[in-house]
């Protein structure tokens, strides 16, 4: 009992920024946005296919990530593989790597190449693009990622992004731009 309570009290006296919660600020078919207020923070634009498997893009003012997640995974620590990519762009077959026991990281291996790719895939997910196929390269089955119905999330993940901005910084995200 006494653990438990140092444990309670211990949890409530961590102040509420520190704490990774996410705040989210809309859904539709099976994508959410959602705010990470942490330092630094970020967005999450997540797909849930509620059958276990995620994909997830996180992006803060100076990186992008790519992260796919299955709940019967257990990813040795260090692994690194390839992933597939089959889309409106054609076939790419792309590095991945641990992130956790369940979890892999695509496009990690240059990081202002895969920062690039991720930014521009979301943009014209945005857009209007059809679904991509990922491929594992060991025996898990093809997923079939809905980028198609991203256009709907849109508004809700500029918005997230603009929270991103200090008060006093213009937002290079921002809808209420002007060209003079």
């Known amino acids: 009992m006494k653990t438990f309570s140092v ?26 946005v959602g705010f990470v207020g942490e330092k630094p923070s970020y967005c999450r634009l997540v797909w849930n296919n509620e059958l276990g498997k995620t994909v997830e893009f996180r992006q803060s003012l100076d990186s992008v990530m790519w992260l796919v997640s299955k709940d019967g995974w257990d990813i040795p ?7 597939t990519l089959v889309g409106y762009s054609g076939t790419k077959a792309v590095a991945a790597e641990f992130f956790d026991s369940k979890t892999l990281r695509v496009l990690p ?15 014209n997910s945005f857009i209007g693009t059809p679904d991509m196929e990922l491929d594992f390269a060991g025996n898990e089955e093809k997923w079939v990622v809905p980028l ?12 997230c992004l603009n929270r991103l901005v200090p008060a006093n910084q213009a937002s290079q ?5 002007q060209p003079f």
């Open 148 to 159: 198609s119905r991203l256009q709907q999330m849109y508004t809700t993940y500029v918005n």
């Open 173 to 177: 995200v921002s809808d209420k731009t």
């Open 7 to 32: 444990l309670l009290l211990t949890a409530l006296l961590i102040p509420a920024t520190a704490r990774s919660e996410t705040e989210w600020m809309g859904d539709a078919r099976q994508w959410s």
């Open 109 to 123: 291996a240059d990081e202002k190449t895969g920062v690039a790719r991720i930014k521009k895939m979301l943009k």
């Open 77 to 83: 620590e260090g692994t690194t593989t390839k992933v």
